[in-house]
C-alpha cells in the first residue's frame, strides 16, 4: 500500500512537472530548465546571494521576459514599471512576511491588497512629508558631526576604517533622531550594540526565503511568543522602539518627530493606526531606512573611488560651492548638480533592493510588448535588472557615467529609474534616506579623502530582498592634510 502511495505521488509530481513546463500559460517563456518545473532556481539563488546577476544574465541572453519560476516571470522591457508597478497590480504573497516582529505588527509593506496599503501609507503620510522631516535636520547634523568625530580619529590613528559598519551606525542612529528622537547609541558606543546590526543582516535573508515559507515563519521567528519572551534576534532594536513608545505617551512634551504625528493619528483614530501596527511601522521604518542609507552612501563612495575623474570633479564642485558650515545644509547640498548625478548614478549602480517586485495579474489580464499575461500569473521586476539594461540605459549600463544625469537623455531614463520603486509601494521614507544621504554626503566629500586599503578589492555583498556591501577598507585622511601635502 505504502508503495503504491509512493509511486502515485511520483507519477503526480512528475506530471504536474509536465504540465508546469510544456502546458501552463507561461511554458513558452524562456529560463532555467528547473525555474520552469519549481521555484526551486529562484530559491536557489536567492540562498546563494546572486539573483541579480543571474537575471541580469539570463536577460541579456532572453531579452524582455525570462521565467524564474513555474508561476512567476521577470520583466526587463520599457512598459514594464508602467504596466506593473504603476498600475494598482496586487503584490504577492511573500509581502505578508513585511510585518516585524509578527503578523500581529501590520504595515503598508505586508498588505498585499492595493486599496489596503494605501490607506495604511496615508496613516503615516504626515510624518514621512519634507516638510515634516526637514524640521529634524539639526538632529541629523549631531549624527553627522559625531560620525566626522570617528573617521578623524581613524585619521589620526592611521587605522583602515570599514565604511560599512560606520554608515550602519550612522544610518541607525539617525532614524532614532528622526522618528523618536532618541539615538540608538551606535555611533558614541563605536560598535554593533547588542549585535542588532549583525542579526538584522542575517534577518534579511531569512525574511526573503520566509516569505515563500509562511507557514514555517509563523510557526518559528514570526510566532508571537518568540517577541513576547523577548527572543528575537534585533530586540535591543525592538525593545528601544517599544520604550520610546511608552515614555512619549507618558510625555507629551517633546519635539515634533515622526512618532508624535503618528501617535496623534493613533490617538484620533485608533481603529485607523492600532498600537500593534504603529509599532510595527516604527519597525520596519527603522529597519528599512538603515539598510537603505548605508547602501546607498557606501555606492556613492565606492564607485567615486573607483572612479577618481569623477571624484575630482565632485570634490571640486564642492569647493568652488564655497560651503563652510560644519555640516553641509540639505538645500546647498541639493544645489549641487553633479553630487546629485553621482548619488543617483550610485543608486542606479546599486539600488538597495535587488529583487523581483512581484505582482499578480488581474482579472483582465496584462499586455506587455505585445504579449499577454493572464490572470494569477506573477511578474516582477527587479531594480538591478532594470537598472542595468542596455535597451533602456544604453551601450554603457553596466559602466559607472554620472554624466548621464545631466544630458537631454536625463528625462527619458528617469521613468526607467527605480532604485525607491514605484507607484502605491514606493519607499515612504524616501525624504528621510534623501535627506541624510545628501547631506553626509556632501560633508563627508569635502571634508576627507578616501582610498580603498587594496585598490584591486571588489566589495562583496549578497543579493536577498536588500544587499549590504561589505569587504572594502578604506584609509581615510582629512581633506585639508591632502591639501598640504598636494601644495608642497
Known amino acids: 500500500m505504502i508503495q503504491l502511495l509512493l509511486f502515485v505521488s511520483l507519477v503526480g509530481v512528475v506530471a504536474l512537472g509536465l504540465w508546469r513546463r510544456y502546458v501552463s500559460d507561461i511554458a513558452d517563456i524562456p529560463g532555467p530548465v528547473l525555474a520552469s518545473v519549481s521555484r526551486g532556481w529562484n530559491l536557489w539563488r536567492l540562498f546563494k546571494g546572486d539573483i541579480d546577476q543571474h537575471c541580469i544574465a539570463l536577460h541579456e541572453r532572453h531579452g524582455s521576459f525570462v521565467r524564474i519560476s513555474h508561476d512567476e516571470v521577470s ?21 505578508s512576511v513585511m510585518s516585524l516582529p509578527d503578523a500581529r505588527y501590520q504595515t503598508p509593506m505586508s498588505a ?74 551606535f555611533l558614541e558606543a563605536g560598535k554593533d550594540l547588542g549585535g542588532s546590526i549583525a542579526n538584522s543582516r542575517l534577518l534579511v535573508p531569512y525574511v526573503t526565503m520566509a516569505g515563500f515559507f509562511r507557514t514555517f515563519h509563523r510557526l518559528t521567528v514570526g510566532n508571537p511568543l518568540i517577541t513576547d519572551w523577548n527572543l528575537m534576534p534585533t530586540q535591543h532594536i ?24 503618528w501617535l496623534k493619528q493613533h490617538e484620533s483614530h485608533p481603529e485607523k493606526l492600532p498600537e500593534k501596527e504603529l509599532h510595527g511601522c516604527v519597525n520596519m521604518t527603522v529597519g528599512a531606512a538603515s539598510d537603505t542609507v548605508s547602501a546607498s552612501l557606501q555606492s556613492f563612495f565606492y564607485h567615486l573611488i573607483r572612479h577618481p575623474q569623477y571624484l575630482s570633479v565632485a570634490k571640486q564642485e564642492i569647493a568652488d560651492a564655497n560651503l563652510t558650515d560644519d555640516i553641509v545644509s540639505y538645500a546647498d547640498a541639493s544645489k549641487l548638480p553633479f553630487l546629485q548625478a553621482c548619488l543617483k548614478e550610485g543608486w542606479r549602480m546599486f539600488p538597495p533592493v ?67 520603486g514605484a507607484g502605491y509601494n514606493s519607499c515612504q521614507g524616501r525624504n528621510i534616506a534623501q535627506l541624510e544621504i545628501c547631506k553626509a554626503a556632501a560633508t563627508l566629500l569635502r571634508d576627507f579623502d578616501f582610498k580603498q586599503v587594496d585598490s584591486e578589492q571588489e566589495w562583496k555583498y549578497e543579493a536577498s530582498f536588500a544587499a549590504l556591501p561589505y569587504g572594502w577598507p578604506c584609509h581615510v585622511s582629512d581633506s585639508s592634510d591632502a591639501t598640504m601635502q598636494n601644495s608642497n
Open 238 to 261: 525592538l525593545d528601544t522602539t517599544l520604550r520610546a513608545l511608552e515614555a512619549r505617551k507618558k510625555n507629551k512634551d517633546v519635539r515634533e518627530d515622526v512618532l508624535s504625528l
Open 75 to 95: 520583466v526587463c522591457h520599457p512598459e514594464a514599471i508602467r504596466q506593473i508597478l504603476l498600475n494598482p497590480l496586487p503584490k504577492s504573497e511573500w509581502y
Open 354 to 420: 535587488p529583487f523581483g517586485l512581484a505582482r499578480i495579474v488581474p482579472a483582465k489580464g496584462v499586455t506587455i510588448g505585445g504579449r499577454y499575461f493572464k490572470p494569477g500569473v506573477k511578474l516582477s521586476v527587479n531594480p538591478r535588472v532594470i537598472h542595468y539594461s542596455r535597451e533602456l540605459f544604453g551601450d554603457d549600463a553596466y559602466t559607472y557615467n554620472p554624466y548621464r544625469w545631466m544630458g537631454l537623455q536625463a528625462r527619458e531614463i528617469e521613468k526607467y529609474f527605480v532604485a525607491f
Open 112 to 185: 498585499t491588497d492595493p486599496k489596503e496599503q494605501v490607506r495604511r501609507t496615508k496613516n503615516l503620510a504626515a510624518g514621512f512629508a519634507l516638510s515634516h522631516v526637514i524640521k529634524s535636520e539639526p538632529h541629523i547634523d549631531v549624527c553627522i558631526r559625531l560620525l566626522k568625530h570617528r573617521l578623524q580619529e581613524f585619521a589620526s590613528s592611521k587605522t583602515p576604517v570599514h565604511l560599512d559598519e560606520w554608515f550602519n551606525y550612522m544610518a541607525f542612529d539617525v532614524i532614532g533622531e528622526v522618528v523618536f528622537s532618541q539615538r540608538f547609541g
